[in-house]
């Protein structure tokens, strides 16, 4: 399993980012996509989520209405939007894939494959 990132990177207050992470060797359409998050010290927190069939998606309450997740199965990418940038949202992003997640969308353990991180600083 490979994953490629990009998208981090420096921004100040009330701008945007977008991050991406293509996935190659598995069934990238038939696995839950998720972002998480973590800075030192803290456990990884959970941001977003996609189904499968991209029905239902899950956000955090701290990123609701200012985060959206797509994903594109043809090219086989996890996308999070990141609008209303803030200082509290600085951290190490992650993105993974899920065989089965059920209502455990928040749980790291659940997900089998991980993108190594990217930093998201959110400074003036």
């Known amino acids: 399993v490979q994953v490629v990132e990009s998208g981090g990177g420096l921004v100040q207050p009330g701008g945007s980012l977008t991050l991406s992470c293509t996935f190659s060797?598995?069934?990238?359409?038939?696995?839950?996509l998720g972002w998480f998050r973590q800075t030192p010290g803290k456990e990884r927190e959970a941001v977003s989520s996609?189904?499968?069939?991209?029905?239902?998606?899950y956000y955090a309450d701290s990123v609701k209405g200012r985060f959206t997740i797509s994903r594109d199965n043809a090219e086989k990418t996890l996308y999070l939007q990141m609008n209303s940038l803030k200082p509290d949202d600085t951290a190490v992003y992650f993105c993974?894939?899920?065989?089965?997640?059920?209502?455990?969308?928040?749980?790291?353990?659940?997900?089998?494959?991980w993108g190594r991180g990217l930093q998201v600083t959110v400074s003036s």
């Open positions: 060797g598995f069934d990238f359409e038939d696995y839950a």
């Open positions: 996609i189904t499968s069939s991209e029905i239902s998606k």
């Open positions: 993974a894939a899920a065989w089965a997640l059920g209502s455990t969308w928040n749980t790291a353990s659940k997900y089998n494959y």
